[in-house]
């Protein structure tokens, strides 16, 4: 697959984790697309009016419309839209860190060492370790799920299939197997040796878009293409994996959203990126921290139609950097679960896994992150 072996033909970039770097010990790590909930930033607007209010003000009118209401009282149709959900979960993960800043006195910069996100979860990320700013990367955000939305409708218009995310979950030792038979399969689609697809447009493509954890990949394309494979792993391959679709309606990180990665390419100027800003990112598209801006604005754009390598970062951060406190601020528990996936809930001596979703876990996570400063420094 094309976005695959760009990925591994990829120069790798340098670890932190060295003998001339300090360890990355916490990091701070925000959510992707489908956590977006109806009513989502009522209980922080209740609890913390005086930096949500005007925060809310701001995102409004960064946007140019009422991305407030539409989050407050739907309908949830609209909400799901991606043109809706990204931005709409971008900045409430934004908001939950200025909360934990300008109320709590959570200093950011000295107190988190390295950022990630899952999927659209890095743009937040980027914007905490100070590398973009929070009005262009919220623009691009709600542009970019703008040209997502249309590469969908162009494709369900096309085909008249219908598109979206599955994911595929099994025994962590069976998952490798499974990946080298959905990767066989599609190679084997690709190459027109079955059903000649190499003369096919990019919509009729199934990629692998995510891999998530130790027992879970994810695919991107069409229904009908998706439920091709699966049949053909089960029948032919041994593989009986569990599949739950996904909270998406459009298959992101595969060929059909080529645009947005156009998109990307063109507004992601020199000018926009500051580096090295005040923290490494690790990057989605390696699994590893950007190493400089223009890799940085070549690889956020490449996310859109590359694997998400969710599980590497999580591996090289949890076993090759040092990072033994994790902090994730956003909707939803999606991405905890999966951090914890890999490093457990309590983690060493002086670690853990924590999320913010709710204003009720503020003051929690606070104390344990105090508690469990100093132990992690050593």
């Known amino acids: 697959m094309s976005n695959n072996s760009a990925i591994l033909n990829s120069p790798r970039q340098r670890a932190y984790a060295t003998t001339n770097e300090p360890a990355l010990r916490t990091a701070l790590f925000f959510p992707g697309h489908g956590v977006q909930r109806k009513g989502m930033l009522q209980p922080w607007l209740e609890a913390f009016p005086k930096t949500c209010k005007p925060f809310v003000e701001e995102m409004n009118d960064i946007l140019g419309y009422n991305l407030a209401e539409i989050i407050e009282e739907g309908p949830i149709a609209m909400l799901d839209k991606t043109q809706n959900a990204q931005p709409a979960i971008m900045a409430t993960s934004v908001m939950i860190l200025r909360v934990l800043e300008q109320e709590f006195g959570f200093d950011t910069d000295k ?38 939305a249309e590469c969908t409708r ?107 990665f156009e998109y990307m390419k063109k507004v992601m100027t020199p000018d926009v990126v500051k580096w090295p800003g005040k923290m490494p990112t690790v990057s989605n598209v390696t699994g590893l921290p950007f190493d400089s801006a223009d ?75 105090d508690e469990t400063e100093g132990e992690a420094r050593n």
């Not at 459009?250 to 959203?257: K, L």
């Not at 890999?342 to 853990?352: F, Y």
């Open 154 to 260: 162009k494709a369900k218009e096309e085909t008249g299939e219908t598109f979206g995310m599955m994911a595929l979950v099994c025994e962590p030792e069976q998952l490798d197997a499974l990946t080298a038979a959905v990767t066989e399969w599609l190679s084997y689609n690709a190459e027109g040796t079955r059903d000649d697809s190499s003369h096919s447009p990019a919509i009729r493509q199934v990629t692998l878009a995510n891999k998530n954890s130790r027992n879970q990949i994810v695919l991107s394309g069409s229904f009908q293409r998706i439920r091709e494979l699966l049949t053909h792993i089960r029948e032919f391959g041994g593989h009986d994996p569990r599949a739950v679709e996904l909270k998406s309606r459009s298959a992101f990180h595969s060929p059909i959203m080529r645009p947005a």
């Open 295 to 369: 890799n940085l604005r070549k690889n956020l754009s490449r996310q859109a139609i590359d694997t998400v390598l969710w599980w590497d970062s999580i591996k090289y951060l949890h076993e090759r950097a040092g990072t033994k406190r994790w902090l994730g601020l956003g909707p939803g528990k999606v991405g905890r679960n999966l951090v914890s996936k890999e490093v457990g809930r309590s983690g060493a001596k002086g670690g853990g896994v924590w999320s913010i979703s709710e204003p009720r876990e503020v003051e929690e996570t606070m104390k344990a992150l």
């Open 111 to 148: 107190r988190i060492n390295v950022t990630l996100g899952h999927s659209l979860g890095e743009y937040a990320a980027l914007v905490a370790a100070g590398q973009l700013e929070f009005d262009f990367a919220l623009k691009i955000v709600r542009k970019r799920g703008e040209v997502m």
